[in-house]
């Protein structure tokens, strides 16, 4: 890549900078020790961190090298919120959750070849530092009126619940990493979303201070939608990347329903697609909408990035046997059971309930006489398959993998039949 800045800037990748002509040359001098920080403040990283995870992945593949930071130390403390003291959590806690991450992140970096991706951690150091060293070797580096202009900072000082010197110190530790990995691995860039821009800045400074060097802070903007709205709610909440806290599936239908004022954008953002492809995908956008094969190729794209070829492989094939014509028992358990849980449901007992029971049960129908005249009529299906015998009751032989029944009334509405013994 003869210029990874113009690549990062077409792709919306940049938000702010410090001097972008001397962070290109050095970018196109030579190799670029690089780093991105992630506090593990919960279980998971999600579509937020997944745009500083692709970022790193595109500055290796220029051929830098890149520092994933997990922060043992900083996690323990939290970054300032706009509102709300963070609850501290337990050690073991938070320990747990710095094993999550980095196994997360690893999916995501090459750790061979020459610039092979290097996993650190903020405890490493900071653990070492006495409140003497804190105050001496770091804490007469910072002006208090710098720190008290901080976006998060002001604003919780202006509230009524104020703001700890837990919160408000998270400042000069992330400062610290930055320097930290200066010295120890000549790292000359730090990373991470446009909300960080006052911490990573305070990283810059302390080193310019300390070392007398010049080094690059970089942002990434924070995604909204066309609208201006914030990018990123499910039914369920956060976008997590991992699949404990949101299915594979619950994820593809995310990137799947995208609007399409931003399809092409996130596709810029989210994914490594060629710009020929990306810009086909723009045509088809503005020319067949109906076919949504942007959001398709978004959705196939970010969900096998986090989740793998397997896992899209199923995925697709739940996607294909719901809505289309493929082989629902050849779909596995979990997939299903998320692929229909948000299906309108009803419950049978197995031995005497019918097609018409089950209609009724789940809700596709108001009665018994309707229900017979939708499946004799031959608009009721078991399982995809349209139902023949009307009066032909259910069976432990028409479970799913997940032990439930799947009916359909016409094309479109589908509903989950949970079987009681």
């Not at 942007?294 to 046997?321: C, D, I, N, P, R």
């Not at 419950?347 to 009724?360: N, R």
């Not at 032989?397 to 359909?408: M, P, V, Y």
Request: some cysteine.
């Amino acid at each position: 890549m003869s210029d990874i800045i113009e690549e990062l800037q077409w792709r919306g990748l940049i938000r702010q900078h410090t001097d972008l002509t001397k962070l290109r040359e050095a970018l196109s001098n030579g190799p670029v020790t690089f780093y991105c920080g992630y506090d593990p403040t919960a279980p998971s990283l999600h579509h937020g961190h997944l745009v500083q995870l692709i970022l790193m992945r595109h500055l290796q593949n220029a051929g830098h090298r890149p520092l994933a930071l997990v922060g043992g130390a900083t996690g323990l403390i939290g970054d300032p919120r706009m509102s709300g003291e963070r609850t501290l959590q337990p050690r073991e806690v938070v320990e747990g959750w710095v094993e999550k991450l980095r196994a997360q992140i690893s999916r995501f970096l090459s750790f061979e070849g020459e610039n092979a991706a290097v996993m650190v951690n903020n405890l490493d150091w900071t653990s070492e530092l006495s409140a003497i060293d804190l105050l001496r070797d770091l804490g007469k580096y910072f002006r208090m009126g710098t720190m008290l202009k901080k976006e998060a900072v002001s604003r919780r000082l202006a509230s009524e619940e104020g703001i700890s010197y837990t919160e408000f110190s998270y400042q000069i530790l992330q400062a610290n990493d930055f320097l930290q990995l200066y010295r120890r691995y000549g790292c000359t860039l730090e990373t991470g979303g446009d909300d960080q821009w006052g911490n990573l800045i305070g990283g810059l400074d302390l080193i310019h201070r300390t070392e007398g060097a010049d080094v690059h802070v970089m942002t990434t903007p924070l995604i909204t939608k066309a609208d201006g709205t914030k990018f990123g709610k499910s039914e369920g909440g956060a976008i997590w990347l991992s699949e404990d806290l949101l299915s594979p599936y619950a994820f593809y239908q995310f990137w799947l329903n995208v609007d399409d004022a931003d399809v092409v954008r996130f596709l810029k953002v989210f994914t490594f697609l060629e710009r020929a492809e990306i810009e086909r995908l723009e045509k088809a956008v503005a020319e067949e909408p109906f076919r949504r094969e942007a959001q398709k190729a978004l959705a196939a794209s970010v969900t096998e990035l986090v989740h793998g070829g397997e896992k899209l492989a199923q995925v697709l094939a739940a996607t294909e046997a719901l809505w289309g014509s493929g082989d629902l028992r050849a779909v596995d358990a979990a997939t299903l059971a998320s692929a229909t849980d948000h299906l309108p449901s009803g419950e049978i007992t197995l031995g005497e309930a019918t097609i018409v029971d089950a209609l009724v049960a789940a809700g596709l129908e108001k009665g018994r006489g309707a229900a017979r005249r939708t499946a004799e009529s031959g608009g009721a299906y078991l399982n995809n398959v349209k139902v023949e015998d009307v009066d032909a009751p259910l069976t432990a032989a028409d479970r799913l993998a997940d032990g439930t029944i799947l009916i359909r009334k016409g094309r479109r509405n589908l509903a989950v039949i949970r079987v009681v013994d």
